[in-house]
């Protein structure tokens, strides 16, 4: 029998697309059911800010029709998929977050978008996040994200909205984007798997860019075999981005079933054990490593005391050249910005510029060690965040001290930029719960382009963890809570 | 090095043509003198002993 229904829009990816092959959904049943389900739950969650009904609904009639003739579009025939609103879209407002670009509507699409397209996939529509995706943001502008395990609680940044849609079933797979984190901290909090590919895999053409080294688009997805099926769709070389690698994509799926037997993983002691880390997140990470080291893998401890200093150094590089690039709207339209990004941005453009230069060179001496030590083992495993999702309220306080601000600021981020300032891949795979029930994300990171050994071991972890078939209790829009 | 004040803030925005509202003095006061901080305890590194990177991943093409 065919799942239908919640059952259907938990199904994943990947299943769906075989389900719509051998005629058993329709890709009008499939939009149909996220758009329900949107209706029922989003006005509480907030993940989307612009829902493409008209046009999903065109395109899937269209798609049915088609399929009906035997005319398959792609891998992704009839998927409906959903995008981080820094990403363009043709003809569909994209807004980056931020109430400055609330009438801008691109006339091209993106090239991620494109190729999702090309394979068939749908746009159902497009997904809130922090504003310019630069996190932080007070008051958002087109609603406040809620975390779908606890709205009470943050579903993490900066692509807030992709990760809620992924793990609360409300669209087949989204996209976001990920600089510092922001792939991976949604992924965690939400309870998604959410892949930054290395850097350059992926086009970032159309994308509105926050730190030119390290931006990156990359997959939230239920499942790391969906994580992987978009991968292989939207990677490689992009003439419009020409930091883009010309090395082959290869088939991401094929490798999956490969295990962890004989890999070297290397567990990050001053991530796992440092004193920011959650008791319950870092008993959650120490057993998927020994999970890990059950099902074949040899995992040792390994110390890279430079990574302290990651989030201070990848916040320096990162908001001083979003200062440059926003100095003419905070000089002309300051009022338009969020506070919470107006202070960021003014912060940053206030840094001496021989302390960017320190930053810069102190990333490099991180990422030596990062790949040093992934010279020595095959992965890397920490967690994806040092805690589980904080309550919303946590982030709207003022800052009180500088100590508060670093705290901020600058500690989680040392979990998730050590990749970014490196440029190699890392996945967030959920873990385990907390004993209130908000997900923990456990990270791997590994070799530059080495994302099939990333993908296989994450898909190891998370078949035998079997926590993919958790879904969350949603409340409907307007029910009490 | 002391801490910065926000009026010392207020100044340097000023020279530099950044915007400031009074509600945003004062915090970014210190999110800069949390700056300051982190980025001088980078002095601990040795930071001679290599070039500022930003160049591709190896394995790029």
Request: with cysteine; glycine share 10%; aromatic share 6%.
């Amino acid at each position: 029998m065919s799942p239908a229904g919640d059952d259907l829009a938990f199904a994943g990816t990947a299943r769906q697309a075989a389900l719509i092959r051998e005629k058993r959904v329709s890709p009008v049943e499939l939009v149909t059911t996220y758009l329900e389900r949107i209706d029922r739950f989003d006005g509480r969650l907030r993940a989307f800010i612009t829902i493409c009904r008209a046009s999903a609904l065109a395109e899937a009639a269209r798609a049915e029709a088609d399929a009906a003739k035997g005319a398959w579009h792609g891998a992704l025939h009839g998927i409906p998929f959903a995008v981080k609103d820094q990403v363009d879209t043709a003809g569909v407002l994209t807004t980056s977050g931020s109430a400055l670009l609330r009438a801008n509507v691109p006339r091209t699409d993106s090239t991620v978008v494109e190729r999702l397209k090309a394979a068939g996939a749908i746009l159902l529509g497009k997904l809130n996040l922090t504003e310019f995706a630069l996190g932080g943001t007070i008051r958002f502008p087109y609603g406040q994200p809620r975390n779908p395990w606890n709205p009470e609680h943050d579903p993490g940044g900066s692509s807030s909205g992709s990760g809620i849609a992924a793990a609360a079933g409300l669209c087949s797979m989204t996209l976001g984007e990920d600089t510092g984190g922001s792939v991976r901290s949604p992924a965690s909090y939400c309870g998604a798997v959410g892949l930054r590919p290395t850097w350059g895999r992926v086009s970032r053409h159309g994308c509105f860019p926050a730190a030119w080294s390290m931006d990156q688009i990359g997959p939230l997805t239920r499942t790391v075999e969906d994580a992987a099926l978009v991968l292989g769709i939207i990677a490689g070389h992009d003439t419009r981005d020409p930091l883009t690698s010309r090395s082959a994509v290869p088939d991401y799926g094929a490798g999956l079933e490969g295990g962890v037997k004989g890999l070297r993983i290397g567990v990050v002691t001053e991530l796992v054990d440092g004193a920011d880390t959650h008791a319950e997140v870092r008993s959650a990470v120490r057993e998927a490593a020994r999970g890990l080291a059950g099902l074949g893998a040899s995992a040792e401890d390994i110390s890279l005391p430079h990574i302290h200093f990651a989030g201070a150094v990848f916040m320096a590089l990162c908001d001083s050249e979003a200062a440059g690039r926003h100095k003419p709207w905070l000089a002309t339209r300051p009022e338009e910005y969020d506070a919470g990004t107006r202070r960021r941005l003014v912060t940053a453009g206030l840094i001496p510029a021989v302390a960017v230069h320190r930053a810069a060179r102190a990333r490099a001496l991180i990422r030596e060690q990062v790949l040093a030590a992934l010279g020595k083992f095959d992965l890397l495993l920490a967690p994806t965040s040092p805690h589980p999702a904080p309550a919303i309220a946590s982030h709207t306080a003022p800052v009180t001290s500088k100590e508060d601000a670093a705290a901020r600021f600058f500690g989680r981020r040392s979990y998730t930029t050590p990749a970014s300032l490196t440029g190699v891949p890392a996945v967030s795979v959920p873990c385990g719960f907390t004993a209130a029930g908000l997900p923990i994300g456990l990270q791997l990171i590994g070799r530059p382009f080495a994302e099939s050994t990333v993908l296989s071991a994450a898909h190891a972890w998370e078949q035998s963890a079997g926590l993919s078939t958790r879904r969350p209790a949603l409340a409907a829009a307007g029910a009490a809570l | 090095m002391a801490d910065l004040a926000p009026e010392d803030v207020r100044r340097l925005a000023a020279s530099l043509s950044l915007p400031l509202t009074g509600d945003d003095v004062t915090e970014i006061a210190h999110r800069l003198n949390a700056f300051l901080d982190a980025l001088a305890a980078l002095d601990a590194l040795p930071l001679e002993q290599v070039e500022p990177w930003q160049t591709r991943p190896e394995g790029s093409a």
